[in-house]
């Protein structure tokens, strides 16, 4: 398998001088420490230059597979190359769980982390959270390794790959659960006002999907551990009569099983099914989260802007995420609910939805997905961090001569 030249929204052509996928750690140290200028590249699931270089760009998806499953700890160690659906079903047969997943199974473990990428729930951290320990070759080709407890592990989870190439990850699992999953339809906004904080924490994990076209959610999601049966409407919302696809007209066979019938945590948590591709890459993203105490004003500020939003929209999605202490964390020190939008793949519209999103959502100190489109200025974006100057410190440490940095993150850091 040939390295991806292009992310996988496509709009993104990585303009790397050489690409490698090597096939062990010693050969993936052996290109860093001779390497200039290095980045790491998962399954490609960012929709900015994040990844990008002009120097080497290092696959690890050819790292021998790990799944080192440790029940006495409760942990799993995995290759930093994996997706989540190549891991689940080892670790729901161990008898275990990870506490959140993504939408998608088909995204890098390595790369969902170094981005704060993160399920829903109100008491669900990202999926960071669960990193218990990384390893990571180091930018004169060293094998090094951190563990929760340790001086800079904060910092160094999210860390948008500024700090080295990860390896493989240890992470906390939880007793393996059951889910059942329900779908609502058309919950009238002005109810969801009144009732926002019982509805966010009404299962498991819970996701609105709205088009911000008119005065009602589209679709709630419900993924819940708890009864067999539904009601038939719930806060003015009708219980969905078959499955949905949280697109409006397209077909639900991607989408992981609905109408109540329990399955394993790994096959309910995320949206989609990874025997299926959800797209062919033909949309672009962009996230921003905000404190939940401000979920309301939130809402209501993107709902008067909904005219600019719609027409670039294919669906937006309401999340929330708990509080964590991971420095570049969009969750850091605050529990959050995130406003997801999923664009047509037309740039130009998608910048001017992206500036009424931004201007709306600017009052509420939204911090953008590091992995996703955004126009917030890097002061800006420092302002929203407390531990900014401290990551700043560490990757100043860690990289000296600036080897994993690239155009974003000189953006976001200033040049060296």
Not at 5 to 18: G, H, L, P, Q, Y
Not at 19 to 37: C, M, T, Y
Not at 242 to 263: A, F, I, K, S
Request: charged letters at 20%; a negative charge; aromatic letters at 8%.
């Amino acid at each position: 398998m040939t390295v991806a030249r292009t992310n996988w929204a496509r709009n993104v052509a990585f303009s790397a001088e050489r690409f490698h996928r090597p096939e062990s750690v010693d050969e993936l140290r052996q290109i860093v420490g001779s390497g200039r200028s290095i980045r790491a590249l998962g399954t490609g699931h960012s929709f900015n230059t994040i990844a990008d270089t002009e120097g080497d760009l290092v696959s690890v998806a050819g790292l021998p597979p790990v799944i080192d499953i440790d029940e006495r700890t409760a942990t799993v160690t995995v290759s930093a190359g994996l997706r989540f659906g190549e891991v689940t079903a080892a670790v729901d047969r161990a008898g275990f769980a990870f506490h959140n997943l993504g939408s998608l199974p088909h995204i890098s473990i390595a790369g969902a982390c170094a981005t704060g990428t993160h399920g829903s729930g109100v008491t669900n951290g990202c999926i960071a959270t669960a990193v218990r320990s990384l390893e990571l070759v180091s930018a004169d080709g060293t094998l090094t390794s951190i563990s929760r407890g340790d001086t800079g592990f904060a910092g160094s989870v999210v860390a948008l790959g500024a700090l080295g190439v990860v390896t493989r990850l240890t992470l906390d699992l939880v007793p393996a659960f059951g889910l059942r999953q329900w779908v609502y339809e058309n919950l009238p906004a002005a109810l969801l006002r009144e009732s926002f904080e019982e509805v966010l924490a009404a299962a498991y994990s819970v996701s609105l999907f709205t088009d911000w076209r008119d005065d009602r959610i589209n679709q709630v999601w419900l993924k819940s551990t708890g009864a067999e049966t539904a009601p038939t409407t719930w806060l003015g919302a009708t219980l969905a009569d078959g499955p949905r696809h949280p697109v409006p007209g397209l077909e639900p066979e991607p989408c992981t099983d609905q109408l109540g019938v329990v399955g394993p945590w790994h096959a309910r948590l995320p949206h989609f099914r990874p025997d299926f591709t959800p797209s062919s890459g033909d949309e672009l993203q962009s996230e921003y989260f905000v404190h939940r105490s401000d979920t309301v004003a939130a809402f209501d500020a993107l709902d008067a802007v909904r005219e600019r939003i719609s027409p670039a929209l294919q669906i937006s999605e309401i999340r929330t995420v708990a509080r964590d202490d991971l420095w570049l964390s969009p969750a850091f020190e605050r529990d959050c609910v995130a406003f997801h939008f999923t664009w047509h793949p037309e740039p130009t519209a998608v910048r001017e939805a992206v500036r009424a999103v931004e201007a709306a959502l600017e009052p509420f100190g939204a911090r953008p997905h590091w992995g996703k489109v955004h126009s917030t200025e890097p002061a800006a974006i420092r302002a929203l961090y407390p531990r900014f100057g401290a990551f700043e410190e560490l990757m100043a440490t860690s990289d000296p001569a600036g080897k994993f940095r690239n155009g974003y993150v000189d953006r976001l850091f200033g040049t060296r």
